[in-house]
Nanobody, 115 residues
Framework: QVQPVESGGGLVLPGGSLKLSCLAS????????MGWYRQALGKQRELVAS???????NYADSVKGRFTISRDNAKNTVYLQMTSLKPEDTAVYYC?????????WGQGTQITVSS
């Protein structure tokens, strides 16, 4: 299977916004709940948001009210709109299905929140 391609990361000031995109393979995307995960340096990877095929989202408490997950089923793409970013949001962000498939982790996209 083809790994997902995450994009949209970068360096942003505290309080800023970014929108991430993940182009997923059709075989994974079409049948699964999709999620955005992140891994900060020296920490375990954690799930930050998920979305069902029908569009129902769920969020980790740490990002609730600041992040919005969405998906375009026609484009096999899942998005993560991030606002009010904090330094503790600094991490590599990945997309994968729920539960994650070890063989499906992509390169991720780095988010750095710093002044």
């Amino acid at each position: 299977q083809v790994q997902p391609v995450e994009s949209g990361g970068g360096l942003v000031l505290p309080g800023g916004s970014l929108k991430l995109s993940c182009l997923a393979s059709g075989s994974i995307f079409s049948i699964n709940v999709m999620g955005w995960y992140r891994q900060a340096l020296g920490k375990q990877r954690e799930l930050v948001a998920s979305i069902t095929r029908g569009g129902s989202p769920n969020y980790a408490d740490s990002v609730k009210g600041r992040f919005t997950i969405s998906r375009d089923n026609a484009k096999n793409t899942v998005y993560l709109q991030m606002t009010s970013l904090k330094p503790e949001d600094t991490a590599v962000y990945y997309c994968n299905k729920i539960p994650p498939a070890n063989a499906y982790w992509g390169q991720g996209t780095q988010i750095t929140v710093s002044s």
